[in-house]
């Protein structure tokens, strides 16, 4: 089993910044793949980034430029650094990692921008 714990949701202005946290009860290392999806209400949860055991880090095209994604192996935390943030990234954020063929979810965290 593992648990995700998302953190450093809030609310922010158009052009702001937010770095989201993904605490792991397990070492990330051992995971291939670590990262965050979003999804609004009514809407299929979709891909925001990932980073792989590798270091590949494939993301949206909505996000290119604006988001990185980072690991901290020692402190088993994934981060998501979003910057120049829009109206349009308003969602619930949640941290995924694939783990011996099984998947699991944070619990999500609120990002809402708006002036």
């Known amino acids: 089993q593992v648990r995700l714990v998302e953190s450093g949701g809030g609310l922010v202005q158009p052009g702001g910044s937010l770095r989201l946290s993904c605490a792991a009860s397990?070492?990330?290392?051992?995971?291939?793949?670590v990262g965050w999806y979003r999804q609004t209400p009514g809407k299929q949860r979709e891909l925001v980034a990932t980073?792989?055991?590798?270091?590949?880090?494939p993301s949206a095209d909505s996000v290119k430029g604006r988001f990185t994604i980072s690991r901290d192996d020692a402190e088993n935390t994934v981060y998501l650094q979003m910057n120049d943030l829009k109206p349009e990234d308003t969602d619930v954020y949640y941290c995924?990692?694939?783990?011996?063929?099984?998947?699991?979810w944070g619990q999500g965290t609120q990002v809402t921008v708006s002036s």
């Open positions: 995924y990692t694939r783990w011996a063929s099984d998947n699991y």
């Open positions: 397990l070492s990330i290392f051992n995971f291939n793949v």
């Open positions: 980073i792989t055991r590798g270091g590949s880090t």
